[in-house]
């Protein structure tokens, strides 16, 4: 049976996520999706504009002993994930709260055992608010939300005037590898799509400080996949909260792409893909806080030295 996709909408408080979250309702009135709001009296929706599933839940986490904030388990979300699977869904979308760090869902989700056999996780999608990122990104929930994304909608364009790219420099220092997308330019037929087509602005590293720093890794010789996510769980498990986000495209023994990521030390399932979008070869991203970018790098090399495969490793 298939998975059914899940993707998770955040963004900080007044970012525009529940107006983003509307538009994408309207215009997939025959899809049967479910919704799960994150609290009462958040959302502005008008519910009679579909047949639409709407769940609302309140924040009720299990701080699990000797866990990290990622591993807060969202009770109240696995129970409604487990009554929704009773009814006939197409696809899920989660609304966070304004100041949610959205790594204890993915934990709830990635960890529970009927869970991970219904669902897979799409993307996280979050709302940049261009009139108010500065001061929005004060705060470090919303500099979390930013490092997790897969993909960042600029909302509130139209009202901006100001230059866009000191805005794109901004986010780019909490994560120079997500897609961003003015809100104007989204599909809303095929954003729930994980193959979309990406209108991407490339965004550029700006001499701004700040503790999230990445690291890129590549190499065209093909990798040792059980070697290798060995020593990736080792090495999350190790840093926990400081590497923010992991991504990978790997060229593996076996023969075929694997592509995999991560949450802080939350591994998703690892996907096995069956065809070269690009040329062959591997790259590893991590974007990272308060940890050195060359500790990470040495212990990539001494994991290549020690299982002896002779990758000609580039950084960037």
């Known amino acids: 049976m298939a998975k059914i996709p899940l993707t998770i909408i955040t963004g900080f408080l007044g970012s525009g996520k529940t107006t983003f979250l509307s538009e994408i309702l ?73 100041l949610a760090n959205p790594a204890p ?15 897979m996780v799409n993307g996280i999608l979050t709302c940049i608010d261009c009139l108010n990122a500065p001061l929005h990104l004060q705060n470090e929930e919303a500099k979390m ?17 100001d230059d866009l790219q000191k805005t794109l420099n901004l986010i780019a220092n909490h994560n120079a590898f997500a897609d961003i997308t003015p809100k104007s330019l989204v599909d809303f037929r095929e954003i729930l799509n994980s193959k ?3 209108h991407t602005i490339p965004t550029l590293q700006s001499s701004h400080k700040s503790t999230t720093h990445s690291l890129s890794i590549s190499f065209k010789e093909p ?13 999350l498990y190790k840093y926990g909260e400081k590497i923010l986000r992991f ?34 070869g591997s790259e590893i991203v991590f974007i990272f806080k308060d ?19 002779a990758l000609k490793i580039e950084t960037k």
């Not at 934990?107 to 869970?115: K, P, R, V």
């Not at 996949?225 to 080792?234: D, I």
Request: with cysteine; net charge neutral; proline share 2%.
């Open 26 to 98: 309207k215009k997939n009135q025959d899809k049967k999706l479910a919704i799960i709001i994150n609290e009462f009296g958040e959302a502005g929706l008008d519910h009679t504009i579909l047949n639409q599933h709407i769940y609302h839940t309140q924040e009720k986490t299990i701080l699990l002993q000797g866990g990290c904030v990622c591993c807060n388990k969202r009770e109240d979300l696995v129970l409604q994930l487990k009554e929704i699977l009773n009814k006939p869904v197409e696809h899920i979308i989660i609304e966070t709260t304004g």
């Open 105 to 119: 869902i993915l934990f709830s989700i990635l960890t529970d055992a009927m869970l991970q056999h219904h669902f």
């Open 145 to 161: 939300q930013i490092a997790i994304s897969d993909k960042i909608i600029l909302t509130k364009q139209d009202l901006f005037k």
């Open 247 to 280: 991504k990978g495209i790997l060229d593996t023994n076996e023969g075929y792409p694997i592509a995999i990521n991560s949450v802080q030390h939350i591994i998703h399932p690892p996907l096995h893909l069956k065809t070269w979008e690009r040329e062959r």
């Open 196 to 198: 979309e087509t990406k």
């Open 291 to 309: 940890l050195e970018r060359e500790r990470i790098l040495q212990s990539f090399k001494t994991f290549v030295r020690l299982s002896n495969q």
């Open 223 to 235: 990798l040792d996949w059980s070697v290798f996510s060995l020593w990736l769980s080792m090495l």
